[in-house]
């Protein structure tokens, strides 16, 4: 578990720093779209841009980053986010944000990938959810605090967005810096929706569904927080409660999940959202602000902890080459639900008010929880077993990590995607044996 640790510190750096400044943006967006006049809806159609650009960039990051490798690809793609940032100082019309959003959608997609592949490839299924944990433990603090720099700046002025932009520049530090050896390019690059669908129907849906939802309470809670009566800097208090909320359940969820089938976490937590989201409601109808506050840090602890627990039960099945070809999957499918949900739930505020936004969450939560109960009833999996072996320095910087072989003889089937001796979402598959030579340099993802 320390052995791996060591291997991903850089790229948590990295990413973290990026977070901080991907954190203040999204704060800021809402209220300067807001400040400059534009509608709920122009607000919508700017986050749905945002989602657009992020599934076109699931397509390309895999062969992007086969092409240059995770270091050059994270360097070159910040660089050219900070870029689109102070781009947006310029931006007065609907359609320039959406165009500027949509083209930091595709960057971050190719960002997000590399960096959730660096991390998926140094972890086994024993203790992926805890790495996963670890790495988004790091970074959720980088985006709860993030929002709170609002008050450091005025809304309407550009210097909040060049702090956003010098960020974005520092988190090339740490991956320009790094001796570790990074992870081989992945041999697989193509996104298999239908076939990671037949495998893990769950963790698909789960990635589409946290898109749906996620995506549009995050771009418009600010707007939410002012429309029942907060002030921008409370508002904007609402995406720290969130991400708190968020930090608090990502580790012992990451234990849990590896404990049990995963699914059941998945219910749970989509559960969760869903009576959180009418906890919301009630309590913004009778202006109860400090039950606001706190309602938010269960809805950031239930909903943002969704994805990494589909990641990891993706993960657990496919083979280890798929890795990275399974994360952009997931992340295209989260993003396809980024794209869609925010126009859905700027038309429930339009329609139903503020409170609109949460009827719509608890609504989707609701549909996706009766689905997962459907899956786990149909299909059981039993808890994944397994754990790290000796950790071998392949050089004076990098280590390898090889899973142990299973006690007791090798499942049945590998654990590949569907059109490479696919299995389905079944019961009590063992991880295969694989030399160290074949896992040097492994990796996992969130």
């Known amino acids: 578990m320390n052995s791996s640790l060591s291997l991903i510190w850089t790229i948590t750096a990295a990413t973290s720093l990026l977070q901080v400044g991907n954190g203040l943006l999204q704060a800021m967006m809402p209220l300067r779209m807001q400040a400059e006049g534009l ?30 490798g995770y270091i050059r690809a994270f360097a070159s793609l910040a660089a050219i986010a900070a870029v689109v940032i102070l781009a947006m100082t310029q931006a007065h019309s609907t359609l320039a944000w959406a165009l500027l959003r949509g083209l930091s959608g595709v960057t971050f997609a190719c960002i997000f990938t590399a960096t959730d592949g ?53 988190s090339l530090l740490p991956i320009a810096a790094t001796t570790t050896e990074e992870p081989p390019a992945p041999r697989s690059v193509r996104i298999r929706v ?4 037949s495998v893990a129907p769950s963790a698909v849906v789960g990635s589409f569904v946290v898109g749906l939802v996620n995506g549009p309470v995050i771009a418009i809670t600010p707007v939410f927080g002012v429309s029942i009566g907060l002030s921008q800097d409370k508002a904007a208090a609402l995406l720290f409660a969130l991400q708190a909320g968020s930090l608090l359940l ?31 409601l009630l309590a913004s109808m009778q202006g109860a602000g400090m039950l606001i506050l706190l309602a938010f840090a269960a809805w950031g602890g239930f909903s943002l902890c ?18 990275i070809s399974t994360v952009g999957t997931l992340l295209f499918s989260w993003a396809t639900g980024v794209t869609i949900g925010p126009l859905l739930g700027a038309m429930a505020m339009a329609l139903l008010g503020p409170g609109g936004l949460f009827i719509y969450s608890a609504v989707v939560s609701l549909a996706f929880t009766v689905f997962v109960v459907v899956r786990i009833s149909q299909q059981r999996r039993a808890p994944v077993k397994g754990g790290f072996v000796d950790i071998s320095p392949t050089s004076s910087a990098a280590a390898t990590l090889a899973p142990r072989a299973e006690v007791g003889g090798a ?4 654990h590949s995607l569907p059109g490479e001796s696919a299995p389905v979402e079944g019961a009590d598959r063992k991880p295969p044996q694989r030399s160290t030579a074949e896992n040097a340099t492994v990796e996992t993802s969130s």
């Not at 841009?49 to 240059?68: D, N, T, W």
């Not at 969704?306 to 890795?323: G, K, L, T």
């Open 250 to 280: 990502q580790w012992p969820l990451g234990w849990l999940s590896d404990r049990s089938d995963r699914r059941y976490v998945i219910a749970g937590l989509a559960a969760g959202t869903s009576l959180v989201s009418l906890v919301i």
């Open 194 to 197: 239908r076939n990671l669908f």
């Open 118 to 170: 660096w991390i998926s490839a140094r972890a086994t299924s024993s203790h992926r959810g805890r790495i996963l944990s670890i790495y988004m433990i790091c970074t959720k603090i980088a985006l709860m605090l993030s929002p709170l720099g609002i008050a450091l700046g005025d809304i309407q002025a550009d210097g909040l967005f060049m702090a956003v932009s010098a960020m974005m520049s520092l």
């Open 39 to 68: 509608s709920i809806s122009s607000i919508g159609i700017v986050a749905a841009a945002y989602g657009l650009g992020f599934s076109s960039g699931c397509f390309l990051a895999p062969a992007f980053i086969r092409h240059v």
């Open 411 to 414: 499942g049945p089937e590998a």
């Open 306 to 323: 969704i994805y990494s627990v589909c990641v990891a039960h993706a993960c657990d099945i496919v083979e280890h080459d798929q890795i």
